[in-house]
């Protein structure tokens, strides 16, 4: 394997790239690395390699003619070569990555600066753009260090142990497993008896255990690509009943005040299909109730009667999850009313979120509130949805957040309300698994 880097600092590489490992892969030849100064292929008298964008704006691009140059004088003709450029708007770096870089011959590493490069580079020369996460660094060359370490260990005999590649976290989509070592006891902690006893089988077994759970309780995400036996998810599904999940949210669905199709303030009628499928959703996801906002008393009684025979009646004994799912939900004669409960069961007031099928100024993104909803769990979360045409304007006065709206690839945008309040629920609570 062999890496070209290209830089403006190619003293940037001495000391990282010249310890450790990878020193001893350099030392047998498993792995060249060559670093290239940019400013070699300038034919300015400053060796200049930047300059102003066109349009204006702030900062300054790389400059396409001394890297179109430094690229074609660096690649090998004959060899299985790729080009990478190190970005913030690249695909984010992963070890499934690093496994498919391991199979070229030859590496050439961008290493961009400033505002980034001329777009013509890219269409003429990258073949891929990495990112190491969403973050900015000042420069590629921290980029460059990582792919070359991190796709180094997957080149044979560059590690001593064959087996460590293979046997370290995501290989499979899950963390390691917890490693111990002499002595068996400190400080009051001893190694756990199964890796004393000798016996293989029972020790691959409690590793992939720890394997799934601590994949589980740190990284839920990566469970998505991982391959898990019937036992694995049972035991996850065991691990979820023990655990609370570290949120406190409720959800409403409005009846009135919403508007019609004139925009005119209306109630709404209950309906069997919303509640029972929001119902299912909410009791998925881990509300803590949900919430009926309907002051008319004929619906009121309506729905009382629909909730009782699930819950008190027939039906609870002839669909028992229903029951359960149908036991969250709660009838109110306003938003306030909602809000009172839930300050009276928290101390404090919820902050409101309220959804809309229309773009809007100041929305949040669902990733960003979901990160919010996670990092702060003694806070709760009252999230309303709107029947009819939409919540009115005076709810939505009064929210803390406008979520934005379900949206695909298609300017498609009418939804039920009970398929976009799974939608919601999915994007912000799914738990990978």
């Known amino acids: 394997m062999r890496y070209d880097i ?64 430094a690229i074609e004088a660096v690649k090998k003709p004959r060899a299985k070569s790729l080009v990478i450029l190190t970005t913030p708007a690249g695909e984010k770096f992963n070890d499934r990555i690093a496994r498919e870089l391991a199979s070229f011959e030859q590496i050439i590493v961008i290493c961009g600066r400033y505002e980034g490069i001329d777009e013509r580079v890219k269409e003429l020369y990258v073949d891929r753009e990495i990112s190491l996460g969403d973050f900015v660094l000042t420069g590629g060359e921290y980029a460059a260090c990582v792919i070359v370490d991190c796709v180094s260990r997957f080149v044979p005999g560059v590690l001593g142990n064959a087996e ?3 046997n370290e976290s995501f290989k499979y989509s899950l963390l390691e497993y917890p490693q111990y070592t002499r002595p068996e006891s400190f400080k009051g902690k001893s190694v756990p008896g199964v890796l004393l006893s000798g016996n293989h089988n029972e020790i691959d077994t409690w590793r992939r255990k720890q394997s799934v759970e601590r994949t589980y309780k740190k990284r839920p995400d990566l469970l998505d690509r991982a391959e898990l036996t019937k036992e694995e998810l049972k035991a996850i599904k065991e691990l979820k009943s023990k655990s609370s999940h570290p949120f406190n949210l409720y959800i409403a669905l409005v009846h009135y005040p919403v508007y019609n199709n004139r925009f005119t303030i209306i109630t709404t009628a209950f309906t069997n299909l919303d509640v029972h499928d929001i119902a299912r959703s909410g009791a998925t996801y881990g509300i803590k ?107 939505m006065d009064e929210a803390d957040y406008t979520l934005k709206p379900v949206s695909g690839y298609t300017d498609y945008n009418h939804l039920s309300v009970r398929s976009a309040a799974a939608i919601v629920l999915d994007r912000l609570f799914s738990s990978e698994v």
């Open 164 to 166: 460590s590649p293979e």
């Open 6 to 69: 290209i830089t403006i600092f190619p003293e940037f590489f001495e000391s990282p790239l010249s310890v450790g490992n990878i020193k001893k892969a350099r030392d047998k030849n498993l792995i060249e690395i060559e670093t290239h100064d940019l400013r070699d292929w300038t034919t300015d008298k400053h060796r200049s390699v930047d300059d102003t964008p066109y349009g204006g704006g702030g900062g300054m691009l790389m400059k396409p003619e001394p890297l179109g140059a």
């Open 289 to 395: 109730k949900f919430f009926l906002v309907q002051p008319n008393p004929e619906q009121q009684q309506l729905i009382e009667r629909v909730l009782s025979h699930w819950t008190d009646g027939r039906g609870a004994s002839f669909n028992e999850s229903r029951s359960s799912a149908l036991a969250l939900v709660r009838v109110k004669d306003s938003v306030g009313d909602v809000v009172s409960e839930i300050e009276k069961a928290h101390g404090k007031r919820p902050k409101i979120i309220v959804t809309d099928a229309r773009f809007g100024d100041d929305m949040i993104g669902f990733e960003e509130l979901r990160e919010m909803i996670y990092k702060h769990e003694d806070d709760s979360y009252l999230l309303l949805f709107g029947t009819g045409w939409g919540l009115a304007k005076e709810i």
